[in-house]
Protein backbone atom coordinates (compact mmCIF):
# COMPACT_ATOMS: atom_id res chain seq x y z
CA UNK A 1 0.00 0.00 0.00
CA UNK A 2 1.14 3.31 -1.16
CA UNK A 3 2.23 5.38 1.82
CA UNK A 4 0.37 9.17 2.00
CA UNK A 5 1.96 11.72 4.03
CA UNK A 6 0.30 14.59 5.42
CA UNK A 7 4.34 16.47 5.95
CA UNK A 8 4.43 17.61 2.80
CA UNK A 9 3.36 20.23 0.47
CA UNK A 10 0.43 22.99 0.97
CA UNK A 11 -1.56 22.66 4.27
CA UNK A 12 -4.81 24.31 2.27
CA UNK A 13 -4.33 21.47 -0.20
CA UNK A 14 -3.16 18.73 2.04
CA UNK A 15 -6.25 19.05 4.12
CA UNK A 16 -8.57 19.63 1.88
CA UNK A 17 -7.30 16.56 -0.52
CA UNK A 18 -7.59 14.46 2.89
CA UNK A 19 -11.31 16.09 4.25
CA UNK A 20 -13.18 15.59 0.72
CA UNK A 21 -13.14 11.33 0.84
CA UNK A 22 -13.39 11.65 4.63
CA UNK A 23 -16.38 13.52 3.96
CA UNK A 24 -18.14 11.61 0.82
CA UNK A 25 -17.52 8.29 3.21
CA UNK A 26 -19.56 10.04 6.18
CA UNK A 27 -22.13 10.85 3.64
CA UNK A 28 -22.73 7.60 2.23
CA UNK A 29 -22.72 6.67 5.89
CA UNK A 30 -24.97 8.19 7.20
CA UNK A 31 -26.42 6.81 4.18
CA UNK A 32 -27.28 4.07 6.09
CA UNK A 33 -29.72 4.83 8.90
CA UNK A 34 -30.94 7.34 6.07
CA UNK A 35 -31.86 4.47 3.86
CA UNK A 36 -33.51 2.97 6.82
CA UNK A 37 -35.59 5.46 8.38
CA UNK A 38 -36.50 6.57 4.71
CA UNK A 39 -37.48 3.19 2.75
CA UNK A 40 -39.58 2.60 6.06
CA UNK A 41 -41.32 5.59 6.40
CA UNK A 42 -42.30 5.17 3.00
CA UNK A 43 -43.36 1.26 3.15
CA UNK A 44 -43.72 0.93 6.45
CA UNK A 45 -46.23 2.39 9.78
CA UNK A 46 -45.09 4.89 11.90
CA UNK A 47 -44.27 2.43 14.71
CA UNK A 48 -42.18 0.72 12.22
CA UNK A 49 -40.58 4.47 12.08
CA UNK A 50 -40.27 5.11 15.28
CA UNK A 51 -38.89 2.06 15.92
CA UNK A 52 -36.13 2.69 13.77
CA UNK A 53 -35.55 5.78 15.61
CA UNK A 54 -35.70 4.79 18.67
CA UNK A 55 -33.78 1.86 18.13
CA UNK A 56 -30.80 3.80 16.16
CA UNK A 57 -30.50 6.43 18.58
CA UNK A 58 -29.74 3.69 21.50
CA UNK A 59 -27.45 1.48 18.69
CA UNK A 60 -25.85 4.56 17.56
CA UNK A 61 -24.49 5.28 21.57
CA UNK A 62 -22.61 2.07 21.40
CA UNK A 63 -21.39 2.92 17.63
CA UNK A 64 -20.55 6.19 19.13
CA UNK A 65 -17.95 4.32 21.88
CA UNK A 66 -16.56 1.81 19.34
CA UNK A 67 -15.75 4.84 17.30
CA UNK A 68 -14.29 7.45 19.81
CA UNK A 69 -12.10 4.26 20.77
CA UNK A 70 -10.76 4.20 17.01
CA UNK A 71 -9.31 7.51 17.43
CA UNK A 72 -6.82 6.22 19.62
CA UNK A 73 -6.10 3.96 16.80
CA UNK A 74 -5.84 6.76 14.06
CA UNK A 75 -3.82 8.85 16.29
CA UNK A 76 -1.12 6.68 17.89
CA UNK A 77 -0.45 5.19 13.85
CA UNK A 78 -0.38 8.49 12.20
CA UNK A 79 1.47 9.74 15.35
CA UNK A 80 4.04 6.47 13.88
CA UNK A 81 4.21 7.27 10.82
CA UNK A 82 4.74 10.94 10.87
CA UNK A 83 8.11 10.14 13.25
CA UNK A 84 9.03 7.46 10.46
CA UNK A 85 8.31 4.56 13.61
CA UNK A 86 6.33 1.61 11.08
CA UNK A 87 7.45 -1.31 13.72
CA UNK A 88 5.22 0.46 16.17
CA UNK A 89 2.70 1.33 13.66
CA UNK A 90 2.36 -2.40 12.94
CA UNK A 91 2.33 -3.07 16.46
CA UNK A 92 -0.49 -0.16 16.60
CA UNK A 93 -2.59 -1.68 14.10
CA UNK A 94 -2.20 -5.90 15.92
CA UNK A 95 -2.96 -4.79 19.08
CA UNK A 96 -6.09 -2.73 18.09
CA UNK A 97 -7.47 -6.34 16.27
CA UNK A 98 -7.32 -7.96 19.58
CA UNK A 99 -8.62 -4.98 21.73
CA UNK A 100 -11.97 -3.91 19.36
CA UNK A 101 -12.50 -8.07 18.91
CA UNK A 102 -12.89 -7.79 22.97
CA UNK A 103 -15.25 -4.83 22.42
CA UNK A 104 -17.37 -6.84 19.90
CA UNK A 105 -18.00 -9.85 22.03
CA UNK A 106 -18.99 -8.19 25.13
CA UNK A 107 -21.07 -5.27 22.87
CA UNK A 108 -22.84 -8.60 21.67
CA UNK A 109 -23.49 -10.16 24.50
CA UNK A 110 -24.75 -6.59 25.89
CA UNK A 111 -27.29 -5.81 23.72
CA UNK A 112 -28.63 -9.42 22.39
CA UNK A 113 -30.17 -10.77 25.28
CA UNK A 114 -30.45 -7.45 26.62
CA UNK A 115 -32.69 -5.84 23.58
CA UNK A 116 -35.82 -5.86 26.17
CA UNK A 117 -34.30 -4.15 28.62
CA UNK A 118 -32.67 -1.25 26.58
CA UNK A 119 -36.01 -0.71 24.63
CA UNK A 120 -37.71 0.21 28.13
CA UNK A 121 -35.09 2.06 28.64
CA UNK A 122 -35.48 4.63 26.19
CA UNK A 123 -39.32 4.12 26.53
CA UNK A 124 -40.11 3.09 23.32
CA UNK A 125 -44.19 3.71 22.88
CA UNK A 126 -46.31 1.14 23.05
CA UNK A 127 -46.72 0.75 19.19
CA UNK A 128 -43.10 0.76 18.68
CA UNK A 129 -41.96 -1.38 20.97
CA UNK A 130 -41.46 -4.61 19.26
CA UNK A 131 -40.19 -2.74 16.01
CA UNK A 132 -36.98 -0.80 18.28
CA UNK A 133 -36.25 -4.48 20.20
CA UNK A 134 -36.17 -5.99 16.82
CA UNK A 135 -33.71 -3.19 15.47
CA UNK A 136 -31.66 -3.36 18.92
CA UNK A 137 -31.23 -7.10 18.73
CA UNK A 138 -30.20 -7.46 15.07
CA UNK A 139 -28.03 -4.64 15.35
CA UNK A 140 -26.33 -5.64 18.35
CA UNK A 141 -25.83 -9.43 16.77
CA UNK A 142 -24.14 -7.87 13.96
CA UNK A 143 -22.02 -5.79 16.01
CA UNK A 144 -18.22 -7.63 15.03
CA UNK A 145 -19.14 -6.05 11.47
CA UNK A 146 -19.79 -2.46 12.78
CA UNK A 147 -16.82 -2.76 14.97
CA UNK A 148 -14.29 -3.96 12.60
CA UNK A 149 -15.86 -1.28 10.50
CA UNK A 150 -14.65 1.75 12.12
CA UNK A 151 -11.17 -0.33 13.68
CA UNK A 152 -9.95 -0.69 9.55
CA UNK A 153 -11.61 2.70 9.00
CA UNK A 154 -8.99 4.21 11.30
CA UNK A 155 -6.20 2.67 10.60
CA UNK A 156 -6.45 3.79 7.10
CA UNK A 157 -6.81 7.29 8.16
CA UNK A 158 -3.94 7.12 10.60
CA UNK A 159 -1.72 6.04 7.12
CA UNK A 160 -2.87 8.94 5.75
CA UNK A 161 -5.52 7.26 3.16
CA UNK A 162 -9.04 8.67 3.32
CA UNK A 163 -10.15 7.47 -0.03
CA UNK A 164 -10.30 3.53 0.69
CA UNK A 165 -12.80 3.66 3.18
CA UNK A 166 -14.49 6.13 0.60
CA UNK A 167 -14.43 3.07 -1.67
CA UNK A 168 -15.71 0.36 0.92
CA UNK A 169 -18.54 2.63 2.08
CA UNK A 170 -19.78 3.23 -1.21
CA UNK A 171 -19.95 -0.06 -2.58
CA UNK A 172 -21.87 -1.17 1.03
CA UNK A 173 -24.04 1.68 0.86
CA UNK A 174 -25.50 0.50 -2.41
CA UNK A 175 -25.73 -2.99 -0.69
CA UNK A 176 -27.55 -1.30 2.01
CA UNK A 177 -30.51 0.42 -0.13
CA UNK A 178 -30.87 -2.72 -1.91
CA UNK A 179 -31.39 -4.58 0.98
CA UNK A 180 -34.01 -2.00 2.59
CA UNK A 181 -35.86 -1.99 -0.62
CA UNK A 182 -35.99 -6.32 -1.16
CA UNK A 183 -36.64 -7.04 2.71
CA UNK A 184 -38.89 -3.67 3.91
CA UNK A 185 -40.37 -2.82 0.74
CA UNK A 186 -40.55 -6.30 -1.14
CA UNK A 187 -41.04 -8.76 1.97
CA UNK A 188 -42.63 -6.17 4.61
CA UNK A 189 -39.95 -6.81 7.14
CA UNK A 190 -39.99 -3.17 8.67
CA UNK A 191 -37.88 -2.12 11.54
CA UNK A 192 -36.32 -5.63 11.74
CA UNK A 193 -35.45 -5.68 7.88
CA UNK A 194 -33.96 -2.23 7.88
CA UNK A 195 -32.25 -3.55 10.61
CA UNK A 196 -30.60 -6.68 8.72
CA UNK A 197 -29.88 -4.78 5.69
CA UNK A 198 -27.69 -2.60 7.69
CA UNK A 199 -25.45 -5.11 9.58
CA UNK A 200 -25.01 -7.20 6.08
CA UNK A 201 -23.86 -3.81 4.72
CA UNK A 202 -21.29 -3.22 7.06
CA UNK A 203 -20.24 -7.11 6.72
CA UNK A 204 -19.30 -6.48 3.39
CA UNK A 205 -17.57 -3.11 3.76
CA UNK A 206 -15.60 -4.83 6.30
CA UNK A 207 -14.80 -7.75 3.90
CA UNK A 208 -14.05 -5.37 0.96
CA UNK A 209 -11.46 -3.70 3.24
CA UNK A 210 -10.00 -7.09 4.28
CA UNK A 211 -9.41 -7.31 0.61
CA UNK A 212 -7.54 -4.44 -0.38
CA UNK A 213 -5.47 -4.73 2.91
CA UNK A 214 -4.97 -8.12 1.12
CA UNK A 215 -4.37 -7.74 -2.40
CA UNK A 216 -2.19 -3.74 -1.85
CA UNK A 217 -0.43 -4.85 1.61
CA UNK A 218 0.25 -2.00 4.32
CA UNK A 219 3.26 0.49 4.07
CA UNK A 220 5.19 -1.36 6.77
CA UNK A 221 5.31 -5.41 7.64
CA UNK A 222 2.80 -7.05 9.61
CA UNK A 223 2.38 -10.89 10.24
CA UNK A 224 0.27 -12.47 12.33
CA UNK A 225 3.02 -12.37 14.81
CA UNK A 226 2.30 -8.39 15.83
CA UNK A 227 -1.69 -9.68 16.73
CA UNK A 228 -1.25 -9.63 20.18
CA UNK A 229 -1.42 -6.70 23.17
CA UNK A 230 1.76 -4.78 23.16
CA UNK A 231 2.06 -2.65 26.11
CA UNK A 232 3.66 0.43 24.33
CA UNK A 233 1.00 0.62 21.65
CA UNK A 234 -2.38 -0.51 23.83
CA UNK A 235 -1.39 2.53 27.00
CA UNK A 236 -1.28 5.25 24.44
CA UNK A 237 -4.69 4.22 22.40
CA UNK A 238 -6.57 3.81 25.61
CA UNK A 239 -5.00 6.84 26.77
CA UNK A 240 -6.58 9.18 23.79
CA UNK A 241 -9.23 6.81 22.85
CA UNK A 242 -11.02 6.56 26.20
CA UNK A 243 -11.95 9.95 27.05
CA UNK A 244 -12.82 10.37 23.30
CA UNK A 245 -14.89 7.49 23.81
CA UNK A 246 -16.30 8.09 27.15
CA UNK A 247 -17.16 12.01 26.01
CA UNK A 248 -18.81 10.63 22.63
CA UNK A 249 -21.12 8.24 24.64
CA UNK A 250 -22.05 10.66 27.45
CA UNK A 251 -22.89 13.52 24.59
CA UNK A 252 -25.06 10.78 22.87
CA UNK A 253 -26.41 10.01 25.89
CA UNK A 254 -27.88 13.73 26.27
CA UNK A 255 -29.14 13.29 22.92
CA UNK A 256 -30.67 10.07 23.91
CA UNK A 257 -32.38 11.85 27.03
CA UNK A 258 -33.63 14.32 24.15
CA UNK A 259 -35.33 11.44 22.50
CA UNK A 260 -36.58 10.09 25.77
CA UNK A 261 -38.26 13.35 26.49
CA UNK A 262 -40.35 13.54 23.51
CA UNK A 263 -41.22 9.95 23.43
CA UNK A 264 -43.42 10.95 26.14
CA UNK A 265 -44.75 13.79 24.16
CA UNK A 266 -46.32 11.62 21.22
CA UNK A 267 -45.41 8.50 18.60
CA UNK A 268 -45.56 11.54 16.49
CA UNK A 269 -42.98 13.78 17.80
CA UNK A 270 -40.85 10.77 18.69
CA UNK A 271 -40.91 9.92 14.97
CA UNK A 272 -40.16 13.71 14.08
CA UNK A 273 -37.01 13.67 15.55
CA UNK A 274 -36.03 10.55 14.70
CA UNK A 275 -36.66 11.93 11.14
CA UNK A 276 -34.67 15.41 12.35
CA UNK A 277 -31.55 13.71 13.53
CA UNK A 278 -30.90 11.85 10.32
CA UNK A 279 -31.76 15.24 8.65
CA UNK A 280 -28.51 16.84 11.16
CA UNK A 281 -26.58 13.84 10.32
CA UNK A 282 -25.88 15.21 6.90
CA UNK A 283 -25.71 18.97 7.74
CA UNK A 284 -23.43 18.11 10.03
CA UNK A 285 -20.97 16.05 7.94
CA UNK A 286 -18.77 18.89 6.68
CA UNK A 287 -17.61 19.74 10.48
CA UNK A 288 -17.30 16.14 11.01
CA UNK A 289 -14.98 15.55 8.40
CA UNK A 290 -12.79 18.31 9.47
CA UNK A 291 -12.42 17.27 12.84
CA UNK A 292 -11.44 13.85 11.77
CA UNK A 293 -9.29 14.80 8.91
CA UNK A 294 -7.75 17.51 11.58
CA UNK A 295 -7.00 14.44 13.81
CA UNK A 296 -5.29 12.87 11.53
CA UNK A 297 -3.08 15.61 10.05
CA UNK A 298 -2.40 16.93 13.03
CA UNK A 299 -1.41 13.70 14.57
CA UNK A 300 1.25 13.05 11.63
CA UNK A 301 2.90 16.51 11.83
CA UNK A 302 3.18 16.53 15.80
CA UNK A 303 4.97 13.11 14.86
CA UNK A 304 7.42 14.55 12.84
CA UNK A 305 7.95 17.92 14.62
CA UNK A 306 5.72 20.16 12.38
CA UNK A 307 3.90 21.80 14.80
CA UNK A 308 3.23 25.27 12.92
CA UNK A 309 1.82 22.66 10.19
CA UNK A 310 -0.54 21.63 12.74
CA UNK A 311 -1.90 25.26 13.84
CA UNK A 312 -2.11 26.25 10.20
CA UNK A 313 -4.67 23.41 9.77
CA UNK A 314 -6.60 24.38 12.37
CA UNK A 315 -7.06 27.83 11.17
CA UNK A 316 -7.75 26.27 7.79
CA UNK A 317 -10.45 24.06 8.86
CA UNK A 318 -12.30 26.43 10.41
CA UNK A 319 -13.05 28.31 7.82
CA UNK A 320 -13.58 25.81 4.80
CA UNK A 321 -16.15 24.25 7.67
CA UNK A 322 -17.90 27.88 8.58
CA UNK A 323 -18.14 28.05 4.99
CA UNK A 324 -19.89 24.97 4.48
CA UNK A 325 -22.07 25.53 7.96
CA UNK A 326 -23.74 28.89 6.73
CA UNK A 327 -24.77 26.89 3.33
CA UNK A 328 -26.06 23.76 5.92
CA UNK A 329 -27.55 26.14 8.26
CA UNK A 330 -29.53 27.96 5.53
CA UNK A 331 -30.70 24.54 4.03
CA UNK A 332 -31.85 23.67 7.65
CA UNK A 333 -33.86 26.72 8.33
CA UNK A 334 -36.05 27.59 5.19
CA UNK A 335 -35.96 24.36 3.48
CA UNK A 336 -36.27 21.48 6.89
CA UNK A 337 -39.18 20.50 5.66
CA UNK A 338 -38.75 19.46 2.16
CA UNK A 339 -35.73 17.50 3.92
CA UNK A 340 -38.19 15.93 6.90
CA UNK A 341 -40.30 14.92 3.68
CA UNK A 342 -37.41 13.05 2.21
CA UNK A 343 -37.81 10.00 5.11
CA UNK A 344 -40.96 10.58 6.03
CA UNK A 345 -45.09 10.43 4.28
CA UNK A 346 -46.50 12.06 7.87
CA UNK A 347 -47.69 15.85 7.70
CA UNK A 348 -47.54 15.71 11.38
CA UNK A 349 -44.14 14.46 11.45
CA UNK A 350 -42.29 16.77 8.57
CA UNK A 351 -44.12 19.56 10.55
CA UNK A 352 -42.67 18.85 13.63
CA UNK A 353 -39.29 17.85 12.49
CA UNK A 354 -38.72 21.05 10.94
CA UNK A 355 -39.76 22.91 13.77
CA UNK A 356 -36.98 21.04 15.86
CA UNK A 357 -34.77 21.79 12.78
CA UNK A 358 -34.92 25.15 12.68
CA UNK A 359 -32.91 25.11 16.37
CA UNK A 360 -30.15 22.95 14.37
CA UNK A 361 -29.54 25.85 11.78
CA UNK A 362 -27.86 28.04 14.80
CA UNK A 363 -25.63 25.07 15.74
CA UNK A 364 -24.83 24.48 11.70
CA UNK A 365 -22.50 27.51 11.79
CA UNK A 366 -21.50 26.52 16.07
CA UNK A 367 -20.21 23.15 14.96
CA UNK A 368 -18.16 24.54 12.19
CA UNK A 369 -16.21 25.71 15.03
CA UNK A 370 -16.12 23.51 17.59
CA UNK A 371 -15.37 20.35 15.80
CA UNK A 372 -12.71 21.66 14.10
CA UNK A 373 -10.92 22.33 17.65
CA UNK A 374 -12.21 18.89 19.05
CA UNK A 375 -10.41 17.28 16.13
CA UNK A 376 -7.17 19.76 16.43
CA UNK A 377 -6.88 18.79 20.33
CA UNK A 378 -7.18 14.97 19.67
CA UNK A 379 -4.82 15.21 17.25
CA UNK A 380 -2.56 16.79 20.18
CA UNK A 381 -3.64 13.84 22.36
CA UNK A 382 -5.22 16.74 24.75
CA UNK A 383 -7.98 13.83 24.97
CA UNK A 384 -9.36 14.66 28.63
CA UNK A 385 -10.00 18.02 28.56
CA UNK A 386 -12.08 17.08 24.98
CA UNK A 387 -13.93 14.84 27.06
CA UNK A 388 -14.65 17.36 29.81
CA UNK A 389 -16.16 19.94 27.20
CA UNK A 390 -18.00 17.54 26.20
CA UNK A 391 -19.38 16.36 29.51
CA UNK A 392 -19.91 20.00 30.57
CA UNK A 393 -21.90 20.91 27.47
CA UNK A 394 -23.85 17.86 27.74
CA UNK A 395 -24.65 17.41 31.46
CA UNK A 396 -24.49 21.64 32.69
CA UNK A 397 -26.23 22.84 29.22
CA UNK A 398 -27.74 20.53 26.47
CA UNK A 399 -30.38 18.38 29.52
CA UNK A 400 -30.92 21.14 31.40
CA UNK A 401 -32.01 23.04 28.40
CA UNK A 402 -33.96 20.19 27.35
CA UNK A 403 -35.49 19.65 30.03
CA UNK A 404 -36.65 23.53 31.16
CA UNK A 405 -37.92 23.79 27.42
CA UNK A 406 -40.33 20.63 27.63
CA UNK A 407 -41.38 21.58 30.46
CA UNK A 408 -42.87 25.30 29.26
CA UNK A 409 -46.52 25.35 28.26
CA UNK A 410 -46.86 24.97 24.47
CA UNK A 411 -43.18 23.74 24.16
CA UNK A 412 -42.93 22.90 20.76
CA UNK A 413 -39.77 20.51 19.02
CA UNK A 414 -38.04 24.19 18.50
CA UNK A 415 -37.97 24.67 22.01
CA UNK A 416 -36.47 21.23 23.08
CA UNK A 417 -34.09 21.22 20.38
CA UNK A 418 -32.13 24.89 21.66
CA UNK A 419 -30.52 22.69 23.95
CA UNK A 420 -27.82 21.63 21.30
CA UNK A 421 -27.23 25.21 20.16
CA UNK A 422 -26.91 26.66 23.45
CA UNK A 423 -24.37 23.78 24.62
CA UNK A 424 -22.31 23.98 21.27
CA UNK A 425 -21.79 27.78 22.32
CA UNK A 426 -20.33 27.11 25.54
CA UNK A 427 -18.15 24.25 24.22
CA UNK A 428 -16.79 26.97 21.77
CA UNK A 429 -16.10 29.36 24.94
CA UNK A 430 -13.84 26.93 27.05
CA UNK A 431 -12.09 25.59 23.86
CA UNK A 432 -10.90 29.38 22.78
CA UNK A 433 -9.81 29.49 26.80
CA UNK A 434 -8.07 26.83 27.02
CA UNK A 435 -6.10 27.02 23.53
CA UNK A 436 -4.61 30.23 24.94
CA UNK A 437 -4.00 28.69 28.09
CA UNK A 438 -2.41 25.64 26.39
CA UNK A 439 -0.55 28.60 24.54
CA UNK A 440 0.82 30.41 27.07
CA UNK A 441 2.39 27.68 29.10
CA UNK A 442 3.94 26.62 25.87
CA UNK A 443 1.98 23.21 26.57
CA UNK A 444 -0.13 23.18 23.31
CA UNK A 445 2.17 20.13 21.87
Not at 178 to 185: C, E, K, R
Not at 229 to 240: A, D, E, G, Q, S
Not at 275 to 290: D, G, H
Amino acid sequence: MKEHSLTKGSIFRSLLTFAVPVFLALFLQAMYGAADLIIVGQFAGTGDQSGVASGSQLFNTATMLVAGLTMGVTVFVARCMGAGEKENAARGVGTSIVLFALVAVVGTAIMVPGSEVLTRLVHAPQEAFGPTQDYIQVCGAGMVFIVFYNVLGAIFRGLGDSRTPLFTVAVACLFNIVGDLFLVAGLGMGAKGAAIATVAAQALSVLISLVVIWKRGLPFAFSLSHVRFFKNCLLPILKVGIPIALQDVLVHFSFLFIQIVVNGMGVVESAAVGVAEKVCVFLMLTASAFMQSISAFVAQNNGAGLQDRSRKALSYGIRMALFSGAVMGALALFFGDGLANLFSRETGVISAAHSYLKAYAIDCLLTAILFCFVGFFNGCGKTVFVMLQGVIGAFCVRIPVVYLMSALPGATLFHVGLGTPASSLVQIALCLLYYRHLGKKGRLF
